[in-house]
């Protein structure tokens, strides 16, 4: 009993480390010989903040990496949580995430992973087995992408329980005013001290969340990079400060 009230206080992050287990590497095979961050027998990752950001150019590996953590907390490789058992996606692990060694202080499994491409096929899962209660009163497909997204985390989020958020470029169900909502959403789990969040993102309003801890991908090992060092951010604040220079050297070969 005391074990459980000790556990009960300990606060985000609960993922302390990821780290490779070189005698797993599957010498040759994808994704070892694809990402160079993975070709050090060294590698690992640390986890400082409760809201971590994977950013970096398409190919880089954050989706990669966000999916071998995801299987980790056992949510299927193509989204959802543990309590979705959608036909055809479950199996054994990845050959990434039998690779790694995943720190925990404590283990939390509960949570929800969203991947873009495939939320369309949770949503039908969860309106065919669950109940519109759960999400704002209304089943997700009579809902906008955006609106689904946030009812689902929001109806998710409850405190004084652990969970994991993994979320893999939330951006594409986001309109540039949601994302602002969502920010909010992440104020609230970050308060709470109760959610650990992990965001592969493109996009710099998402990167922006006051006190995150952003991740590049771009130089082949990973580093820490400020907002305003992200290439992200550098090409969005220069082409809205200026987008008629840039448009003309884009469509220039056109004349």
Not at 108 to 134: C, H, K, M, P, Q
Not at 179 to 197: K, M
Request: aromatic share 10%; hydrophobic share 40%; glycine share 10%.
């Amino acid at each position: 009993m005391a074990r459980r009230a000790r556990q009960s206080g300990l606060k985000a992050p609960f993922l302390k480390q990821v780290s490779l287990l070189s005698e797993r590497v599957e010498q040759g095979a994808f994704p070892f010989d694809h990402l160079s961050f993975l070709q050090d027998d060294d590698f690992s990752l640390s986890f400082e903040a409760p809201i971590t950001v994977f950013v970096g150019e398409n190919g880089t590996g954050k989706s990669t990496l966000l999916e071998a953590i995801a299987q980790h907390c056992g949510f299927s490789p193509i989204g959802g949580s543990q309590e979705h058992a959608l036909a055809g996606t479950g199996g054994d692990a990845g050959p990434l995430a039998r690779a790694l060694r995943l720190s925990w202080l404590p283990k939390v499994t509960r949570g929800f992973f969203f991947r873009s491409e495939s939320f369309y096929d949770v949503a039908s899962y969860l309106d065919e087995v669950g109940s519109a209660d759960r999400h704002g009163g209304r089943h997700l497909h009579e809902q906008s992408h955006g609106e689904s997204f946030l009812a689902v985390f929001q109806h998710r989020f409850e405190s004084g329980r652990h969970a994991m958020f993994l979320l893999d470029e939330p951006e594409t169900a986001l309109s540039p005013t949601r994302q602002l909502a969502f920010l909010g959403l992440l104020r609230d789990w970050e308060a709470s001290g109760n959610v650990q969040v992990i965001m592969a993102t493109h996009a710099p309003i998402l990167m922006s969340y006051p006190g995150a801890v952003l991740i590049s991908f771009d130089s082949g090992s990973l580093e820490p990079v400020a907002l305003d060092e992200t290439e992200h951010y550098r090409i969005t604040k220069a082409f809205l400060g200026n987008p008629e220079r840039y448009l003309a050297e884009i469509f220039a070969d056109d004349d």
